[in-house]
């Protein structure tokens, strides 16, 4: 290890490296790469630097949080790739700006507009697709209530309205799987009233179900198929659920219900 002065001036040195790149010109080079789809000088500038490896533009990138920048028009990097189409840049900035800033993909400006927002007005299905992959959220909404699919819907950009549509089918099936596990998992949920066998067969009917929508999500009449898987889940779990409502009512009703024991008298 070595001396904590070695560390400190190791340190120093590194601020003053810093303050010799140019903020305004980086920054500048950042957003006009994003706007023209330059995947090359972008990939340059945001490549960590390893042990053998220096990068100072990546660390004053990091260090001074240039992708969360915005220019006149209240645009990110992030955002100016979305709306252009370009998808392979928006690939790269989700990547790096998330390894940056938690949930950068869903970043807005002033009016709530997030880079999945901007790509909807601007009808670029490729991006949209990207931005997903990458943890878009397509239930963020405006400060005038807009979720993405809305503002698709507003400038009738059908293809992607459908798009949209169909992811919202296959989160829907992916929650009702998810909420099952948590409720197989938490006694405070099931209320321990799972008996062992029902057990195996909630915990097999999600993994086979998981499995399952993997393996339909590119098939053509994808939507159809999620919409009616979903309709199987609830009606599959909607006994196991119901079991622990019903003893959850009957709980609620016995300390409510007043005693039918006489009440005991003062006298001894």
Not at 134 to 160: C, M, S, W
């Amino acid at each position: 290890m070595p001396p904590k002065d070695t560390k400190r001036k190791s340190t120093v040195d590194r601020s003053v490296l810093l303050e010799q790149i140019n903020v305004p010109e980086l920054t500048d080079t950042l957003f006009q790469s994003s706007c023209h789809g330059n995947l090359s000088t972008l990939t340059e500038i945001l490549t960590a630097p390893t042990k053998n490896v220096e990068n100072l533009r990546y660390e004053a990138v990091q260090y001074h949080h240039l992708l969360q920048v915005r220019n006149d028009q209240t645009r990110t990097c992030l955002d100016l790739a979305a709306m252009l189409g370009h998808s392979e840049v928006v690939k790269l900035l989700a990547e790096k700006s998330t390894a940056m800033t938690t949930d950068a993909i869903n970043l807005t400006n002033g009016a709530g507009y997030s880079c999945l927002h901007l790509a909807c007005a601007w009808n670029q299905l490729e991006t949209v697709k990207s931005i997903i992959i990458a943890g878009g959220d397509i239930n963020q909404q405006t400060t005038n209530g807009e979720k993405p699919i809305d503002v698709a819907r507003r400038y009738h950009h059908d293809e992607l309205v459908e798009y949209l549509e169909w992811i919202a089918t296959r989160n829907q099936l992916t929650c009702i799987i998810n909420d099952a596990k948590d409720f197989i998992g938490d006694p405070a949920k099931n209320l321990d009233k799972l008996k062992k066998d029902d057990k195996k067969k909630l915990e097999k009917y999600t993994k086979d179900t998981l499995k399952w929508s993997e393996e339909n999500q590119t098939n053509p009449n994808a939507r159809e198929l999620f919409t009616n898987k979903i309709r199987e889940a609830e009606e599959f779990f909607a006994p196991f659920y119901a079991n622990v409502a019903s003893f959850l009512a009957e709980m609620d009703m016995n300390s409510t219900r007043p005693s039918s024991r006489p009440p005991k008298s003062g006298r001894k």
